[in-house]
C-alpha cells in the first residue's frame, strides 16, 4: 500500500473520530441543558410550594380573637389585605414585620420609613374620615385617644366593614413589645414579630451587659422641649429605661412622665450630659444650650457634652428604640460603647 492510501483512510478516520466526539458533546450539552432545565423547574416549583405553604399557614391563622389595648374584643375574619394606620409607630412596626404594601392610608406624621412618605395622609388625632371610608381598608389602627374622643367615629368605620383595633398608649420596652405582638396577631404576622422582638431583646441585653463595667455612672439631663418651656423625662418612660440600662443616672430620676422644669432647676441639677430630643424643629439645638445664660459652670456645657439625638428613636414605641439605646450608649460613654 502506499502512501496516498494511509494518507485518504488516516483523513477519513479522523472525520469519523471528529465526528463522534462532535455528537457525544452534543449529546452532553444536550443532557445538561435537560438536566438544567428540570433544576430550574423544580426550583420553580419548590418556590411556588413554599409560597403556597406560608399562604396556607397564614390562611390557619384566621379567623382570630384577640383583646386590645382598651379591653375590646376583636375578630378578624380573614388575613388583612389593606391597612390603615394613624399612628407613627404602628406604622413603623407594620413596615418591620414586612407589610408596608398592605398600608394604603397614614396618619399626618409618618415619617418613616421613606416609603411612609408616598402613601396617602389621613388625618391625626383628628381623622379624615371621609377619606378613610373611601379607602375602606379591611382593618384600621387607631389609638386610645381616638377610642376615648372619637367611639362614634370608630362605630362608622366598623358599621362600614372595617375591623377597629385600638392601640395604647406605652411606656416601656415590654409595652412596646406587646403592641407588637398585638399588631401581629391582627395581621398574621407573628413569626416575623417573635424574630423582631428577639432581635432587639438580644441587642439590649448586649448593651446592658457591657454598661457593668462602667463605675463611674454619669448624670443626665433629658430637654424633650426646650427653654423657656423646658420639659424632661422622669420615670416611667422610654428615656428614663434606656438611661438605666447604660449605668447612667437620670437628673429628673425624682419626677414621673414629662415634667416641666425651669432653668434654675435644670442648672441646679448639675448634669455632667444634657440630650436634646428636639433637633427636627430647631436650629443646632446644641448651641442653643451652651449660649443660655447661667449654664456655663454647668459640667455637661463646661465639658461640651451636648447632645442631640432623634426624637422618634426614644419616644416612638416601635422597632428603632432600640437604635436609641444605642445612639445614648456611644454619646453618653463613648469609652465603653464608641468602640
Request: proline share 4%; hydrophobic share 40%.
Amino acid at each position: 500500500m502506499n502512501s496516498n492510501f494511509f494518507k485518504k483512510w488516516g483523513l477519513i478516520g479522523f472525520v469519523l473520530l471528529l465526528s463522534i466526539a462532535v455528537l457525544v458533546g452534543c449529546g452532553t450539552q444536550e443532557q445538561e441543558e435537560t438536566q438544567n432545565e428540570a433544576n430550574v423547574s423544580e426550583e420553580v416549583e419548590t418556590n411556588d410550594n413554599k409560597d403556597e405553604e406560608t399562604q396556607e399557614t397564614a390562611e390557619e391563622l384566621f379567623p382570630i380573637t384577640f383583646t386590645d389595648d382598651v379591653g375590646r374584643e376583636v375578630t378578624i375574619e380573614t388575613e388583612p389585605e389593606s391597612i390603615v394606620s394613624i399612628q407613627a409607630s404602628t406604622t413603623e412596626i407594620l413596615f418591620a414585620l414586612g407589610l408596608g404594601d398592605k398600608i394604603i392610608g397614614v396618619s399626618d406624621y409618618d415619617n418613616y420609613p421613606e416609603e411612609a412618605l408616598e402613601i396617602q395622609k389621613v388625618g391625626a388625632q383628628d381623622m379624615n374620615v371621609e377619606l378613610i371610608l373611601t379607602l375602606l381598608p379591611d382593618v384600621v389602627f387607631v389609638t386610645d385617644y381616638h377610642y376615648g374622643n372619637h367611639e362614634d367615629v370608630l362605630n362608622q368605620y366598623e358599621e362600614a366593614g372595617m375591623e377597629v383595633v385600638v392601640t395604647g398608649s406605652a411606656e416601656s420596652f415590654d409595652d412596646a413589645y406587646s403592641g407588637m405582638e398585638m399588631i401581629a396577631t391582627a395581621t398574621g404576622a407573628q413569626e416575623e414579630a417573635d424574630a423582631l422582638i428577639a432581635d432587639m431583646k438580644e441587642r439590649h441585653e448586649a448593651i446592658k451587659e457591657k454598661a457593668k463595667a462602667i463605675t463611674d455612672k454619669k448624670k443626665v439631663w433629658v430637654e424633650v422641649a426646650p427653654s423657656p418651656d423646658i420639659f424632661t423625662t422622669g420615670t416611667n418612660t422610654f428615656m428614663h429605661e434606656m438611661l438605666e440600662s447604660i449605668q447612667a443616672i437620670n437628673a429628673a430620676e425624682d419626677v414621673e412622665g414629662w415634667a416641666k422644669f425651669t432653668e434654675e432647676e435644670a442648672v441646679n441639677l448639675n448634669p455632667d450630659v444634657i440630650i436634646t430630643t428636639y433637633g427636627f424643629y430647631i436650629d443646632d439645638p446644641e448651641n442653643e444650650v451652651y449660649s443660655r445664660d447661667g449654664w456655663k459652670e454647668v459640667p455637661a456645657v463646661k465639658n461640651e457634652q451636648v447632645f442631640d439625638v432623634n426624637n422618634d428613636t426614644v419616644t416612638r414605641p416601635g422597632p428603632r428604640l432600640i437604635e436609641g439605646v444605642e445612639t445614648l450608649a456611644e454619646l453618653i460613654y463613648p469609652e465603653v460603647f464608641g468602640e
